[in-house]
Structures are given as C-alpha cells and as structure tokens.
C-alpha cells in the first residue's frame, strides 16, 4: 500500500524558515517523480513544486522560486521541501505526492498528475 506521511510543519514568524518531510512506504521512490501542493482555508489545492526521480532537477511555481527548496534522498525514500522567507500568505497545509506513472519523460506540474497524498503537514505564518 503507498502511503505518504508528511511532517515538519509549525507555528513561524513572517520571515522564518521550516523543513518539511515526506515519508514514502509501499513503492519504489526512485522509480517516481514527486510533488508539493498546498490548500489554505478557503482555497483551491495550489502546485508548489515538483522534483524528478533522482532529484536532479526541480522546478517551482514562481511564489516558490527562490524562497523554497525541494530534493530528496531516496535511500532513506524521503522528500524535502525547504520554507524560507516564509510570508502569512504561505499559510496552507502542505501535502506532497507521488507522480501516477514512472519513469515520466519529463517533469508534470500538474496536480491531477500526482495522487496519493498523505494526511499534510500544517503550515502556520504568523506574528
């Protein structure tokens, strides 16, 4: 059974840093692209980043792009998303995901291409 556990997420201030993860169990993390989203209260599910099977490249929506780093270390079948310069906008629950099919040609950044994902982590940017 695929499952995906996510933690990391907290209470930060405007301009504070957090480190998420995602636990993988039930398939071959190598063998799949993997993905960020985020909902917050009141809003549609928002793609944040998507990173190949072997972590050698990401990319980023552009409220991501130089403020949030995503990589992975698939001998321990975990991925990483690194908040920085964290704004109350980035208030969301962050869920990551694993691509529908392996060994993808290239990088999708589109929610319906990823499913699978796990409870979330709550993400709070507050003063």
């Known amino acids: 059974e695929v499952q995906l556990v996510e933690s990391g997420g907290g209470l930060v201030q405007p301009g504070g840093s957090l480190r998420l993860s995602c636990e993988a169990s039930g398939f071959t993390c190598f063998d799949y692209a993997m993905s960020w989203v985020r909902q917050a209260p009141g809003k549609e599910l928002e793609w944040v980043s998507s990173?190949?099977?072997?972590?050698?490249?990401?990319y980023y929506a552009d409220f991501a792009e130089g403020r949030f780093t995503s990589y992975r270390d698939n001998a321990k079948n975990t991925l990483y998303l690194e908040l920085s310069s964290l704004e109350t906008e980035d208030t969301a629950m962050y869920y990551c995901?694993?691509?529908?099919?392996?060994?993808?040609?290239?990088?999708?950044?589109?929610?319906?291409?990823?499913?699978?994902r796990g409870r979330g982590t709550q993400v709070t940017v507050s003063s």
């Open positions: 990173i190949s099977n072997g972590g050698s490249t990401a």
């Open positions: 995901a694993k691509d529908r099919i392996a060994w993808r040609p290239s990088i999708s950044r589109e929610i319906s291409e990823y499913n699978n």
